[in-house]
T-cell receptor, first 118, second 116 residues
């Protein structure tokens, strides 16, 4: 079981470019969560998705950020027209069940994508 | 709104000595509390949780945590530290029923350094 796979591990983008971050959940997991870790801060929730549905996007910035989790393939976090303030580590977590059941098992996190905007 | 505070950016301890990493929370009602550990260039790993029941919970790698409702704390402890315990530790809270919902709210993390 390969765990939660995120790629790329490191991503460098110039201001104004687009960043695409991918997350392949653990096999059998249909719930995906994205978190952002800014320097010197804890992880902040961004969005919770199930296959083909956004369940909770209350942590997503209103502009330039979007996420999807298609029926086939990985979950994608997309950042358009990146700015320096987007530089952070972006973590994906997956679980096989709803949040209520996941509490008994814990989320499984990927190793993160470290985005640097220059 | 729920929040978590980890008052120490770094904790240093000698190998073999007991360690404590502090966490306090602010949530109305009964929270679900978690500890995660992050090794360099790795994702977060689940250590232990408190949902209900015994205030002292035991987790992976010999770690345990004590839930104290009156002090709204959930400190992580280990009786005898190992150099391999050196890592970044995060406390997190999820309120299961009012707001919060799907989100884990994390503290800012405490860097634990265990030295020989």
């Amino acid at each position: 079981n390969a765990g939660v796979m995120q790629n790329p591990r490191h991503l460098v983008r110039r201001r104004g470019q687009e960043a695409r971050l991918r997350c392949s959940p653990m096999k059998g997991h249909s719930h995906v969560y994205w978190y952002r870790q800014l320097p010197e801060e804890g992880l902040k929730f961004m969005v919770y998705l199930q296959k083909e549905n956004i369940i909770d996007e209350s942590g997503m910035p209103k502009e330039r950020f979007s996420a999807e989790f298609p029926k086939e393939g990985p979950s994608i976090l997309r950042i358009q027209q990146v700015v320096r303030g987007d530089s952070a580590a972006y973590f994906c977590a997956s679980s096989p069940r709803s949040p209520m059941d996941t509490d008994n098992y814990g989320y499984t996190f990927g190793s993160g994508t470290r985005l640097t905007v220059v | 709104a729920q929040s978590v505070a980890q008052p120490e950016d770094q904790v240093n301890v000698a190998e073999g000595n007991p360690l404590t990493v502090k966490c306090t929370y602010s949530v109305s009602g009964n929270p679900y509390l978690f500890w995660y550990v992050q090794y360099p260039n790795r994702g977060l790993q689940f250590l232990l949780k408190y949902i209900t029941g015994d205030n002292l919970v035991k987790g992976s790698y010999g770690f345990e945590a004590e839930f104290n409702k009156s002090q709204t704390s959930f400190h992580l402890k280990k009786p005898s530290a190992l150099v391999s315990d050196s890592a970044l530790y995060f406390c997190a809270v999820r309120h299961p029923f009012t707001g919060g919902g799907n989100k884990l709210t994390f503290g800012t993390g405490t860097q634990l350094k265990v030295e020989l």
